[in-house]
């Protein structure tokens, strides 16, 4: 629920970053994975980066459908 309120909270320029651990522990309501899979999957935001590996995924989504270098015009 939380997921789909997110881009209205985030301006035009804004970016959302978020970095979760991958591995299960008890005290998490869901995996981290998933909680990427929801943000992921709101239409209206287009990932900008991802970093992932055996232990964590950082990703950054916008509002923007351009690539953080053609926002600066760097291409």
Known sequence: AMARRLPDALGDAGVLVAC???APFDEAAQTGDAVHEALDALPVLSRVFRYRDADFVLEAWSRQRASVAQQGGLR
């Open 20 to 22: 979760h651990w991958r």
